[in-house]
C-alpha cells in the first residue's frame, strides 16, 4: 500500500471528503441527541469532578480549582459549557442570575440548558477527535479512502462512543487534543517552519497534558516528528521549540500549577499515589498482566480481527515510510509502557490511543483489500464487473465481516433516561386524581408531573425491607395511587449487598404496569443511581 502526499484524483477525494465530513455530521447529531435524551440526569459519577469546580467558577467568578487530581483545562471548558448554555437560558427567559443555574450534580440538574451546553461542548471535542483520527490517516497514508474508512472504525468502539456524550470526562478531552497533536505533527514532517513542525504540534501536546497528566507522553511523537521529519540542522532548535511550547500551553491551560503550588503537587501525588496503591475492583499486579489487560480491552472494542489488523496497517506503513510509522508507534508504545506499570487499570486510561487503532485498523483494512484486488484482477469471470461496484462491495463485506459493526448499531442506538420515559407514561397513562409516589431513591424530577397538577409524594422505599417498616413507608400516601418500585442491585465491591435480595423480596407484590430502565437502583453506593437510566416499575398502590 504505497503512500503518497495527500492527493489523490479529484472526483475521487471529493467523494471521500463528502463521506468524512457525513460521517463527523452523523456522529456530532447523534451525540446530541443522546444527550437530549438523558437530560436532566447525570449519567456518570466521575463528572462531578469537573461540574463542581466549573460551577464555582461561573458563579463566583474564581478560576482556582482548589483540586488537582484532574488538571484544570477540562474544568474550564465545561465552565464555559455552562456560561454559554446560561446566556442562552436567559434568551428563552429561563434564567436570570448564574446562581439560578443551582445543583449541576445528582439527583439532576436544576437547570437543563448550562449543562446540556456543557455537555454539548464536549461531544464537539469528541467529533474534533474523530476528525483528527482520519486527517491523521490521510496524511500519513496518502489514500482519501483512509479519510473516512478511519473515523468509521473509530465509532465501532463503545468506549469512545459512551465518553463523547454521557458524562463530561477529562479523558476525552485529552483524547482531542492528543489527536491534534498526532494530526498537527504528521502534517508539519511535511513543512520546515517552525510554527507548522513544532510550535502546533507542542502547544496541542501541552493541551493534552493539561487535560490528563499521563498524557504529557504525547510529546514524544512530536519530538520523533521533528528528529525523523525535519532537516538535520534544525532538528535541536526544533526540539526546544516544541517542549517550550507544551510548558507554555500547560501552564496557560493549568496556571494555578504556578499559582498554587503546594496544591498542584499534592494533587498530582495524591493520583500517583491512588495508582500505586490501587483501587477496589480495578487493581492487577503491574507489568505482563497489565498489558494484556489492555490488549483484552482492544480486543473487546475492535474485535479479534481488528487486533490482528492494527499491525498490519501499522507494518504497510513502515514498509514504505518507516518514519511515519515510528511517529505513529510512539505514542501507543509509551503510554502502554506507562500504564502496564501502574497497579490500577482504567480502560478509558487508554481512550487517547483509540484513533490511532482505528487509523492502523482502516489501513490493515486497505491492505487486506488491495491484495483481494489483485487477487480476483486475476479472474477472467469477474472483470466483466465494474471496478467501482467491485471494489466498493469488497471494502463492504471485509468490514462487516472482520469488525464488530453490532457495535455501531448498539453505540447509535439513542438511550432515553428510564425516568424521562417514565414521566411520559404518568402523564399520559395515570389519571390526573391518583398519587404518584417516588421512591428519592430513583433521584426522580418530578417537577414536570407537578407543573400540570400531579400529587407528587416522596417516599424512602430503601428503608421498607420488611412488611411492617414497608407499612409506615407507604400508608400515609393517599389512595388511589401508583409506585414506582426500583430493581434493586448492590456493588459487589462494597458490603450490605444483602440489602437489596430483601428488599426486592419485600417489594414483589404489586401489580406492575410498565417496566423501565436497565440499571439496578443500588443500596451500598454513594449513589443509588450512578449510573443513568434506573430499572424500576410503574405498579398499582393497593
Given at each position: 500500500?504505497?503512500?503518497?502526499?495527500?492527493?489523490?484524483?479529484?472526483?475521487?477525494?471529493?467523494?471521500?471528503?463528502?463521506?468524512?465530513?457525513?460521517?463527523?455530521?452523523?456522529?456530532?447529531?447523534?451525540?446530541?441527541?443522546?444527550?437530549?435524551?438523558?437530560?436532566?440526569?447525570?449519567?456518570?459519577?466521575?463528572?462531578?469532578?469537573?461540574?463542581?469546580?466549573?460551577?464555582?467558577?461561573?458563579?463566583?467568578?474564581?478560576?482556582?480549582?482548589?483540586?488537582?487530581?484532574?488538571?484544570?483545562?477540562?474544568?474550564?471548558?465545561?465552565?464555559?459549557?455552562?456560561?454559554?448554555?446560561?446566556?442562552?437560558?436567559?434568551?428563552?427567559?429561563?434564567?436570570?442570575?448564574?446562581?439560578?443555574?443551582?445543583?449541576?450534580?445528582?439527583?439532576?440538574?436544576?437547570?437543563?440548558?448550562?449543562?446540556?451546553?456543557?455537555?454539548?461542548?464536549?461531544?464537539?471535542?469528541?467529533?474534533?477527535?474523530?476528525?483528527?483520527?482520519?486527517?491523521?490517516?490521510?496524511?500519513?497514508?496518502?489514500?482519501?479512502?483512509?479519510?473516512?474508512?478511519?473515523?468509521?472504525?473509530?465509532?465501532?468502539?463503545?468506549?469512545?462512543?459512551?465518553?463523547?456524550?454521557?458524562?463530561?470526562?477529562?479523558?476525552?478531552?485529552?483524547?482531542?487534543?492528543?489527536?491534534?497533536?498526532?494530526?498537527?505533527?504528521?502534517?508539519?514532517?511535511?513543512?520546515?517552519?517552525?510554527?507548522?513542525?513544532?510550535?502546533?504540534?507542542?502547544?496541542?501536546?501541552?493541551?493534552?497534558?493539561?487535560?490528563?497528566?499521563?498524557?504529557?507522553?504525547?510529546?514524544?511523537?512530536?519530538?520523533?516528528?521533528?528528529?525523523?521529519?525535519?532537516?538535520?540542522?534544525?532538528?535541536?532548535?526544533?526540539?526546544?521549540?516544541?517542549?517550550?511550547?507544551?510548558?507554555?500551553?500547560?501552564?496557560?491551560?493549568?496556571?494555578y500549577s504556578l499559582l498554587d503550588i503546594p496544591g498542584f503537587l499534592n494533587g498530582v501525588a495524591?493520583?500517583?499515589?491512588?495508582?500505586?496503591?490501587?483501587?477496589?475492583?480495578?487493581?492487577?499486579?503491574?507489568?505482563?498482566?497489565?498489558?494484556?489487560?489492555?490488549?483484552?480491552?482492544?480486543?473487546?472494542?475492535?474485535?479479534?480481527?481488528?487486533?490482528?489488523?492494527?499491525?498490519?496497517?501499522?507494518?504497510?506503513?513502515?514498509?514504505?515510510?518507516?518514519?511515519?510509522?515510528?511517529?505513529?508507534?510512539?505514542?501507543?508504545?509509551?503510554?502502554?509502557?506507562?500504564?502496564?506499570?501502574?497497579?490500577?487499570?482504567?480502560p478509558r486510561n487508554a481512550l487517547s490511543l483509540h484513533p490511532i487503532v482505528a487509523l492502523c485498523?482502516?489501513?490493515?483494512?486497505?491492505?487486506?483489500?488491495?491484495?483481494?484486488?489483485?487477487?480476483?484482477?486475476?479472474?477472467?469471470?469477474?472483470?466483466?464487473?465494474?471496478?467501482?461496484?467491485?471494489?466498493?462491495?469488497?471494502?463492504?463485506?471485509?468490514?462487516?465481516?472482520?469488525?464488530?459493526?453490532?457495535?455501531?448499531?448498539?453505540?447509535?442506538?439513542?438511550?432515553?433516561?428510564?425516568?424521562?420515559?417514565?414521566?411520559?407514561?404518568?402523564?399520559?397513562?395515570?389519571?390526573?386524581?391518583?398519587?404518584?409516589?417516588?421512591?428519592?431513591?430513583?433521584?426522580?424530577?418530578?417537577?414536570?408531573?407537578?407543573?400540570?397538577?400531579?400529587?407528587?409524594?416522596?417516599?424512602?422505599?430503601?428503608?421498607?425491607?420488611?412488611?411492617?417498616?414497608?407499612?409506615?413507608?407507604?400508608?400515609?400516601?393517599?389512595?388511589?395511587?401508583?409506585?414506582?418500585?426500583?430493581?434493586?442491585?448492590?456493588?459487589?465491591?462494597?458490603?450490605?449487598?444483602?440489602?437489596?435480595?430483601?428488599?426486592?423480596?419485600?417489594?414483589?407484590?404489586?401489580?406492575?404496569?410498565?417496566?423501565?430502565?436497565?440499571?439496578?437502583?443500588?443500596?451500598?453506593?454513594?449513589?443509588?443511581?450512578?449510573w443513568g437510566d434506573p430499572a424500576f416499575t410503574v405498579a398499582v398502590l393497593e
Amino acid at each position: 500500500m504505497p503512500t503518497t502526499s495527500p492527493a489523490g484524483p479529484a472526483p475521487l477525494r471529493r467523494i471521500w471528503v463528502a463521506a468524512f465530513l457525513l460521517i463527523c455530521g452523523f456522529a456530532l447529531w447523534s451525540d446530541f441527541r443522546h444527550i437530549d435524551a438523558t437530560l436532566p440526569y447525570p449519567q456518570h459519577v466521575d463528572e462531578a469532578f469537573l461540574t463542581g469546580p466549573a460551577h464555582r467558577t461561573v458563579v463566583t467568578g474564581n478560576l482556582h480549582p482548589y483540586t488537582f487530581n484532574y488538571p484544570s483545562l477540562p474544568k474550564y471548558i465545561a465552565a464555559a459549557g455552562m456560561a454559554t448554555g446560561f446566556i442562552q437560558s436567559a434568551t428563552r427567559l429561563e434564567l436570570r442570575e448564574v446562581k439560578d443555574i443551582g445543583n449541576v450534580g445528582y439527583p439532576y440538574y436544576d437547570a437543563r440548558r448550562p449543562m446540556q451546553t456543557a455537555r454539548r461542548f464536549y461531544a464537539i471535542l469528541a467529533v474534533v477527535a474523530l476528525a483528527m483520527s482520519g486527517i491523521s490517516a490521510w496524511l500519513a497514508f496518502g489514500r482519501p479512502v483512509l479519510l473516512a474508512a478511519t473515523p468509521l472504525v473509530l465509532l465501532l468502539s463503545p468506549l469512545f462512543w459512551f465518553h463523547s456524550w454521557t458524562y463530561l470526562n477529562v479523558d476525552l478531552v485529552a483524547a482531542s487534543f492528543t489527536a491534534l497533536a498526532l494530526a498537527s505533527t504528521l502534517a508539519g514532517m511535511r513543512r520546515t517552519s517552525l510554527l507548522h513542525s513544532a510550535v502546533l504540534p507542542g502547544v496541542c501536546a501541552g493541551l493534552a497534558t493539561g487535560s490528563k497528566y499521563t498524557l504529557a507522553v504525547a510529546i514524544v511523537p512530536v519530538v520523533l516528528g521533528l528528529v525523523l521529519g525535519q532537516p538535520r540542522g534544525t532538528r535541536l532548535r526544533g526540539c526546544v521549540t516544541a517542549l517550550a511550547a507544551m510548558v507554555a500551553a500547560f501552564l496557560v491551560a493549568v496556571p494555578y500549577s504556578l499559582l498554587d503550588i503546594p496544591g498542584f503537587l499534592n494533587g498530582v501525588a495524591s493520583e500517583a499515589f491512588h495508582y500505586a496503591s490501587g483501587h477496589r475492583g480495578y487493581n492487577e499486579e503491574p507489568g505482563l498482566a497489565q498489558f494484556l489487560y489492555y490488549a483484552g480491552h482492544f480486543a473487546s472494542e475492535f474485535g479479534l480481527a481488528g487486533v490482528v489488523l492494527a499491525p498490519l496497517g501499522l507494518a504497510a506503513l513502515a514498509w514504505h515510510d518507516w518514519r511515519r510509522a515510528v511517529v505513529l508507534a510512539a505514542l501507543p508504545a509509551v503510554l502502554l509502557a506507562l500504564l502496564s506499570a501502574q497497579r490500577v487499570h482504567f480502560p478509558r486510561n487508554a481512550l487517547s490511543l483509540h484513533p490511532i487503532v482505528a487509523l492502523c485498523i482502516a489501513a490493515g483494512l486497505a491492505v487486506i483489500h488491495g491484495w483481494l484486488v489483485a487477487a480476483i484482477a486475476r479472474r477472467p469471470w469477474l472483470r466483466r464487473v465494474p471496478a467501482p461496484t467491485l471494489h466498493a462491495g469488497l471494502a463492504v463485506l471485509l468490514f462487516v465481516a472482520l469488525l464488530p459493526v453490532g457495535h455501531l448499531v448498539s453505540s447509535a442506538r439513542v438511550r432515553v433516561d428510564s425516568r424521562n420515559l417514565a414521566t411520559s407514561f404518568l402523564l399520559e397513562r395515570v389519571p390526573a386524581d391518583w398519587t404518584i409516589a417516588v421512591p428519592e431513591q430513583l433521584g426522580f424530577d418530578s417537577r414536570p408531573l407537578a407543573a400540570t397538577g400531579r400529587r407528587v409524594v416522596t417516599v424512602n422505599l430503601q428503608s421498607a425491607g420488611d412488611d411492617a417498616s414497608l407499612a409506615a413507608v407507604l400508608g400515609p400516601v393517599p389512595r388511589p395511587a401508583v409506585l414506582l418500585v426500583p430493581r434493586w442491585g448492590a456493588d459487589e465491591r462494597f458490603p450490605n449487598g444483602a440489602l437489596a435480595t430483601a428488599l426486592n423480596r419485600t417489594h414483589a407484590r404489586w401489580r406492575a404496569l410498565r417496566e423501565f430502565g436497565s440499571n439496578d437502583v443500588l443500596v451500598n453506593y454513594s449513589y443509588s443511581t450512578p449510573w443513568g437510566d434506573p430499572a424500576f416499575t410503574v405498579a398499582v398502590l393497593e
